[in-house]
């Protein structure tokens, strides 16, 4: 016996088996995401004084983004439509934008990630509570990474040149040992990396350029007063003055030995980063695969289209409405994440 | 053990009228099978080594438990190869390793996969007289899923640094700090298996609202299939969350992330490097929040079944079978509101826990209907008494003790004394051990005909059932004894330490000494269970290929539609287009020539042929 009711519906439901699926599969997920809001909410209201950041988001850039699934949510409807219409090339039309509209979030959002990837945030000992963001000078970054390369470089060169002459020696004296360094991968730099790597290659500061205007602010602490703060980072040594800074930038040079943590953007800098990547990680990975089914809709089922147009229909209504709670699921980050 | 087979239905002949099931190969037919028998059967196999696997980790526990620092006989050498440890004596740390992993596999990976996957799969596509599952491939990935999944968590037992540690709870921060890989190997197969269950759950829904043959309603379904549509949403709505804090907690030890880990945390002495400001408390709701609808995933189904048996062997209609139904779906609503009755120490404060202090008595009342129904149902029935039906039997007062031990649990003033002892240990095991997994054993023994076309011994069955019956008291009913004289649940030592201490001038209250030594006859009754499962083990192999034929497709002469296909089930499952008449019990209905009706059988007179028992008696069998 075939399976009933895979195309056309149950007279006594109303519905077809893949849509009463794809309803109890968003049912799912809306458990999912609403778990994930609610330990945001609880994450939110639990936060230690002072440890929640608010406003670090770029907020035009995400309501461009709220835009563009917008449109998308629109045109996978008109591509459905086309379909029921018979429009087979209005079909493709409308589908092809839908998936440019999602590969274009998706871009946006790797800008967005990777600009608070190389994003730091450095929290000095200081009689003061000081902490500013900014980057590590560039210059100084690289030439640290190429110093670090090429030590590494160095010591391996060595251990595989005492291992040879070892291993055609007799072999009476121990094995050379392995070379012990601090494995880096420059990605983003740790509070334990920036010390292993200070002691590894002898640097007693770290050059940063500050900005001038914070790039956040913590939920309950005052807003910080640019000026004064200015003042304080130059208390912190006398070469941290050095420098001045270029456009709205200051370098510092901060001693090593000062450094209580440094972290980039990125999860474990807080309880809100970690939050915020994995929700917005979370959605990501959802527009890619729901990307990915609507292209091959479009892409890959045209004989489909010759031989069971229902089906079809059928397929991309499903498809459509996992991208409508894919939006759905946008509408409420955007404004919980940049907004409030 | 002469037997004439005429009536005997085959997979063969019924294959000789579906032609167009084109022609499938080894692997096609039995490794990814789309066929929901298959399916069903490799869920069974896979969940059943489980439950071995499980329980030999629990019978080296016990070992420790019983005569704490010697050396374990028979596996001690090879737990100290993987886990170091000398003289095959069982490390604390071995011991935390068998004790989470005990707890995952029981859970995870044999009660869920076993009640819902296996028997479900097998049994409701056949009940509700549909061809297959709604989506077999989906089916087949949950299944393979689940494998995968499996697979990621039992190998975790082999990696270095061994298995997680933390309970099957894994209350954080405990669980990112423990020095293994073996959480996030966990974590990884639990996302994996929640996969797998959603897919599993949506399957299952979608089937019984698509795919009942016509004439099947609602209320003309066989309570089993209502049973697992519960399950299957509760599955549905309540896994993704706890997916959500596994996502969560792979990161706080993946990423460094603080999710659940709070500000000034000291880790081993050293105060961690973390940004600190999460919550602890969050994990545990968000377990929670699955983990209690979860211990209703465990019952439910063997709920049903029982009631299917019990039914089908005192042949009398099922007592308040709609009664039965609105009671199983008010609890599945009820038990996503009481999950925080497992934190009442957590201090949530006073005015949470009176909320499910609440509720949690309210969930009671449809457990209790649920036990009232099935009790009622044996009411002056005239029982057929075999395998299946002794273990179904033997359900209904394990279940009951389980879920009356749960009411001091639920309330916060006797939980705060309760909580974490060996009382709660034994509270849920008499509804997981001697209830759910005693009604598993009499789906085996019921459907096992169905699947094989033979029967198991009846006499070993039997030998089997009162062993086991034996055993499995005397393992759990001395635990509430223990609970309540306060022993903890998670001591490696077995509360040896504490045995005897009772200085109350000095105010150390210890652990008298008569309840630490009862962990021994404890786990000689568990080792002898484990022994006791062996005629089991022999009848069900044997059986395979030299069980007693059944005499007729319907050997229990039931009326529900899984038995009125031949036997074993063909591809399609059906012979040709079924329709539903009846409800799901008429036994004993009066105007039936046999004593009972099959659900697609036209009743010969038109009237009303509802639940009149029947005053003539009911041939035994
Ligand atoms: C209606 C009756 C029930 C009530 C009132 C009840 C109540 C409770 C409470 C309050 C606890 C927490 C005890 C503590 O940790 O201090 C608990 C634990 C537990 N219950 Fe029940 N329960 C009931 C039925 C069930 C059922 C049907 C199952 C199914 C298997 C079950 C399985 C469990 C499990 C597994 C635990 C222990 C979890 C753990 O801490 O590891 N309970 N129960
Ligand atoms: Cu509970």
């Not at chain 1, 839908?98 to 000095?124: G, P, R």
């Not at chain 2, 199983?328 to 925080?340: C, E, N």
């Not at chain 2, 005053?615 to 069998?621: H, Y």
Request: proline share 6%.
């Amino acid at each position: 016996m075939e399976i009933p009711y895979t195309v056309k519906p149950r007279p006594d439901t109303g519905v077809y088996n893949a849509k009463i699926g794809i309803w109890l599969f968003l049912a799912s997920e809306i458990m999912l995401f609403g778990a994930l809001f609610s330990s945001y909410i609880i994450l939110r209201i639990t936060a230690p004084e002072g440890t929640w950041l608010e406003g670090v988001l770029n907020v035009p850039i995400g309501f461009g983004n709220t835009l563009v699934l917008i449109a998308s949510s629109v045109t996978v409807v008109m591509a459905w439509a086309s379909l029921k219409l018979n429009n087979y090339k209005a079909f493709q039309r409308y589908m092809i934008f839908t998936v440019l509209c999602a590969l274009t979030f998706l871009l946006v959002k790797s800008f967005e990630y990777n600009e608070k990837f190389h994003h730091y945030e450095v929290w000095t000992t200081d009689e003061t509570d000081n902490r500013f963001t900014g980057h590590f000078d560039k210059e100084w970054l690289s030439e640290q990474k190429a110093a670090y390369k090429a030590r590494v470089a160095e010591m391996d060169a060595q251990y595989q040149a005492a291992l040879s002459e070892w291993s055609s020696s007799d072999k009476s004296t121990d094995a050379p040992r392995e070379p012990d360094y601090p494995k880096i991968t420059f990605f983003t730099l740790t509070t334990a990396e920036i010390r292993d790597l200070s002691s590894f290659l002898g640097f007693d500061s770290v050059i940063f350029e500050k900005e001038h205007k914070h790039a956040y602010k913590y939920a309950g602490m005052p807003e910080v007063d640019d000026h004064a703060h200015h003042d304080e980072a130059g208390h912190e040594g006398d070469e941290s003055h050095a420098e001045g800074g270029h456009g709205h930038h200051e370098t510092l040079t901060i001693p090593v030995g000062n450094i209580k943590r440094a972290s980039a953007f990125i999860p474990s800098h807080s309880t809100f980063f970690a939050i915020y990547f994995t929700l917005t990680g979370l959605h990501a990975l959802h527009v890619f695969l729901g990307a990915c089914v609507l292209a091959y809709f479009v892409f890959c089922n045209r004989r489909m289209w010759k031989e069971d147009p229902d089906r079809l229909a059928n397929r991309v209504e499903v498809g459509g409405l996992f991208w409508h709670f894919v939006d759905l699921v946008w509408i409420f980050l955007f404004p919980v994440l940049y907004l409030l | 053990m002469a037997h004439d087979s005429t009536q005997t239905s085959t997979a063969d002949h019924a294959h000789g009228e579906h032609d167009h099931h084109h022609e499938q190969n080894f692997w096609q037919k039995y490794i990814f099978s789309t066929d929901h028998k298959v399916i069903g059967i490799q869920y069974g196999i896979v969940s059943l080594l489980f439950l071995f696997l499980g329980f030999i980790l629990i019978s080296c526990m016990r070992w420790q438990l019983a005569y704490p620092g010697q050396p374990l006989p028979i596996l001690g050498n090879l737990i100290n190869d993987l886990y170091g440890g000398a003289d095959g004596i069982m490390t604390p740390e071995i011991y935390n390793m068998f004790g989470a992993m005990h707890g995952n596999i029981m859970v995870f990976l044999a009660i869920v996969p076993l009640g819902f996957a296996a028997f479900g799969n097998y049994v409701v596509p056949l009940q509700i007289g549909a061809p297959d599952m709604a989506f077999p491939r989906l089916n087949m990935a949950s299944f393979w899923l689940f494998f995968v999944g499996a697979i990621l968590i039992f190998g975790s037992m082999f990696i270095p640094g061994g298995p997680a540690q933390a309970g099957w709870t894994s209350y954080s921060p405990l669980a990112s700090s423990v020095p293994t890989n073996g959480q996030a190997y966990w974590l990884v197969g639990l996302v994996i298996l929640i996969a797998s269950s959603l897919l599993g759950a949506v399957n299952f829904i979608a089937t019984i609202i698509q795919l009942r043959a016509p004439g099947m309603t609602w209320m003309k379904m066989p309570f089993f299939c209502w049973a697992q549509f519960v399950t299957a949403f509760l599955l549905l709505l309540a896994f993704p969350p706890l997916q959500v804090a596994g996502i969560m907690q792979l990161f706080d030890i993946v990423f460094d992330t603080s999710f659940f880990l709070p500000t000034g945390l000291i880790i081993g002495g050293q105060p961690a490097e973390i940004s600190g400001g999460g919550s602890p408390v969050l994990w545990q709701h968000l377990f929670w929040f699955l983990a209690h609808p979860e211990v209703y995933v465990l019952i439910l189904p063997a709920v049903g079944m029982v009631s299917e048996i019990i039914t089908n062997n005192t042949r009398r209609p099922l007592w308040g079978y709609k009664t039965l139904i609105y009671a199983v779906m008010t609890l599945g609503f009820l038990s996503f509101i009481v999950w925080a009755h497992h934190m009442y120490l957590t201090g949530m404060g006073t005015v949470i826990s009176t909320f499910f202090q609440t509720t949690t008595m309210i969930i009671s009342i449809p457990s209790v209907i649920i036990l009232t129904c099935l009790f009622l149902t044996l009411w002056g029935g005239s029982m057929r008494i075999n395998t299946p039906m002794l273990f179904a039997l033997a359900f209904l007062p394990m279940f009951g003790i389980g879920g009356l031990t749960g009411l001091p649990l639920g309330f916060s003033y006797s939980d705060l004394y309760l909580h974490d002892t060996y009382y709660v240990i034994a509270h849920f095991h008499y509804i997981v051990a001697p209830g759910t997994i005693f009604a598993f054993f009499a789906g085996i023994y019921y459907w096992f005909p169905k699947a094989t076309g033979r029967y198991m011994s009846d006499y070993w069955g039997r030998v089997h059932f009162w062993l086991s019956l034996v055993f499995m008291n005397l393992i759990f009913m001395p635990m509430f004894l223990q609970g309540l004289a306060g022993m903890h649940r998670r001591m490696y030592d077995g509360g040896v330490t504490y045995a005897g201490t009772a200085t109350p001038e000095e105010g150390v209250v210890g652990i008298l000494t008569k309840y630490v030594e009862m962990n021994q006859t404890i786990s000689i009754a568990a080792w002898c269970l484990g022994l006791s499962q062996i005629p089991f083990i022999i009848n069900f192999f044997y059986s395979i290929t030299n069980g007693k034929k059944v005499e007729s497709p319907n050997p229990w002469k039931a009326t529900t539609l899984d038995w009125q296909t031949p036997t074993p089930p063909p591809h399609g499952n059906f012979d040709g287009p079924i329709e539903v008449f009846n409800g799901p019990y008429e036994y004993s209905a009066p105007g039936t020539d046999d004593d009972f009706l099959p659900q697609n059988v036209k009743p010969s007179k038109g009237g009303d042929t509802t639940s009149a028992p029947s005053t003539e008696p009911v041939p035994a069998k």
